[in-house]
């Protein structure tokens, strides 16, 4: 080793002055370079991944915020949707009920049919198709508020809403019911 060094030393000896100089800013240069490559650079790597997950992190957690949220808004509807199931008193037929409701609105109901639907495990559907011939936007407004501001719960859905082609003054609707009573 110590004849290596010396012989590093003679040719270092015999450069001139300028030639030196030029190396060792070479070799600053170099050494720098190896510096950043090898330490700087991974640094500064891993800094801008880990900004890159804290962001993602944050998103991550504002939108769990926000589903939370949404969840706790939903199970709040769910929790006053099934108590009115279970406070549910009225005994009445669903059909003898929706019959009363459409002579509220001062609609007469062309057809309803009773459909079977799977029970659930706590709650029993009853779905009801009904169906009104000439009645007015009016009467089919009041008769679907009627419905859903009754103190049983009722859910309608499907609605189909149709001119006649004869009368433009008149519809033809179609909607489903859906009344729930608990097991």
């Known amino acids: 080793m110590s004849d290596l060094w010396t012989r590093i030393r003679a040719i270092w000896d015999n450069f001139s002055a300028q030639e030196?100089?030029?190396?060792?800013?070479?070799?600053?240069?170099?050494g720098?370079?190896?510096?950043?490559?090898?330490?700087?650079?991974?640094?500064l790597s891993a800094t801008t991944s880990a900004r890159a997950r804290v962001e993602a992190s944050e998103?991550?957690?504002e939108m769990m915020v926000q589903l939370q949220r949404e969840?706790?808004?939903?199970?709040?509807?769910?929790?006053?949707?099934?108590?009115?199931?279970?406070?549910?008193?009225?005994?009445?037929?669903?059909?003898?009920?929706?019959?009363?409701?459409?002579?509220a609105a001062n609609v007469k109901i062309n057809s309803m049919e009773e459909r079977?639907?799977?029970?659930?495990?706590l709650y029993r559907e009853t779905r009801v198709e009904v169906s009104l011939k000439n009645v007015s936007l009016t009467q089919v407004v009041s008769?679907?508020?009627g419905i859903e501001s009754?103190?049983?719960?009722?859910?309608?859905?499907?609605l189909r809403i149709k001119t006649r082609t004869d009368k433009d003054d008149t519809l033809e609707v179609g909607f489903t019911v859906s009344s729930f009573e608990a097991i």
């Open 116 to 121: 079977k639907s799977p029970d659930h495990e």
């Open 150 to 158: 009754s103190s049983r719960q009722f859910s309608v859905k499907g």
């Open 71 to 103: 969840y706790q808004t939903i199970n709040a509807r769910l929790a006053g949707v099934e108590e009115r199931i279970r406070d549910n008193r009225d005994k009445q037929n669903t059909l003898t009920l929706l019959e009363s409701l459409a002579g």
């Open 59 to 61: 998103k991550d957690f």
């Open 20 to 30: 030196r100089l030029l190396l060792s800013t070479l070799g600053v240069l170099a």
């Open 143 to 145: 008769l679907l508020h």
């Open 32 to 43: 720098g370079v190896l510096i950043f490559i090898t330490v700087i650079s991974p640094i």
